[in-house]
Nanobody, 125 residues
Framework: QVQLVESGGGLVQAGGSLRLSCGAS????????MGWFRQAPGKEREFVAA????????YYADSVKGRFTIPRGNVKNTVYLQLNSLKPEETAVYYC??????????????????WGQGTQVTVSS
């Protein structure tokens, strides 16, 4: 099992920035990639960004390209989500996820095996 813990959410004005953190513990050797998803009230969970753990390749939703980045942390088994130029419609619970090696899409929630509890991001207009 892998345990994921997110932190860093909060309230920010439109155009502002936040940095979310996700720390992994447990059987971390089994992690192949990590990703961030978000879910707004009444909406489905949607892909935001992902990073391949070994190769470092990154993947982004079109809606966040150029504004969000997913750097790996200097602390082992930590990944961040840097959110810049935030918009009110991006208010959501942001979830960290991890997946074991498999040949599936990085963009689909069903391809991830482990999930954090989520952290709320609220963007005021």
């Amino acid at each position: 099992q892998v345990q994921l813990v997110e932190s860093g959410g909060g309230l920010v004005q439109a155009g502002g920035s936040l940095r979310l953190s996700c720390g992994a513990s447990g059987r971390t050797f089994s992690i192949y990639a990590m990703g961030w998803f978000r879910q707004a009230p009444g909406k489905e969970r949607e892909f935001v960004a992902a990073i391949s753990w070994r190769g470092g390749s990154t993947y982004y939703a079109d809606s966040v390209k150029g504004r969000f980045t997913i750097p790996r942390g200097n602390v082992k088994n930590t990944v961040y989500l840097q959110l810049n130029s935030l918009k009110p419609e991006e208010t959501a619970v942001y979830y960290c996820a991890a997946r074991a090696p498999r040949s599936g899409s990085y963009y689909e929630p069903s391809e991830y095996d482990y999930w954090g509890q989520g952290t709320q991001v609220t963007v005021s207009s």
